[in-house]
């Protein structure tokens, strides 16, 4: 009897669900229009260099977030949506123009994009949305990056569109970055960084202090990667 109980625990617990947090949220919570919040499954992996399964974590990523629990005052209260996986079997220039695309619409409509990947790579199509909403506007935006490396090579392994190559290409779009926690880096990414002017600070930095403070001049806009 007990082993009965146990397997089908275990079967309910394996179903795939499709949206995040869906047994927390009410219908409306997870309806497009009332949503402030927005999740991007984009489930990309043309680039990685070392461990595989970049593909699978949006899935997996929602299909655990229906194990957690909804608590009072928590993003919940404004809505949870989410979209359908973006295509990642097109081309790199497909998939930044759809991913683009979907950000600045949800942009528009002055709600919050949250993107799931997938590899970093994919973090140029969702910063080119954020760059097309503040182009026409007296604000703009930063980029804070959380990192175990640096992803400012002009190409790797032969390709510009690498997971190691997205910050740079960013950089490029003129976007103010800050990074933290960085540990691993080439000696071209330490002299691109220098030259660049791109703020940092290391877990050496924050144990010595931990009171960091973003430059006076760093935009209040902020998107996080």
Known sequence: MISK???KEIKMIN?????FLEEELSAREKSFNFSKFHI????????VSYGKGTSKAPEIIINASNQL????NSPCDFGIHTHNAIDCSLNFKSIFQNIENLVFDILKKNKIPVSIGGEHSLTFGVIKGFKKKYENSNEDFGIIQFDAHADL???YNK???SHATVMY???KENIPIFQFGVRAQSDEEIKLRNKLNIGYKTIDDYRKNPNIKLPKNFPKNIYIT
Not at 15 to 19: Q, V
């Open 69 to 72: 629990e909804r608590n009072e």
């Open 5 to 7: 109980i146990l397997k």
């Open 15 to 19: 179903i795939k669900k499709k949206k």
């Open 153 to 155: 090579r002009k190409a």
């Open 40 to 47: 991007l499954p984009i489930p990309l992996e043309k680039t």
């Open 159 to 161: 390709s510009t569109n």
């Open 169 to 171: 290409k960013i950089h």
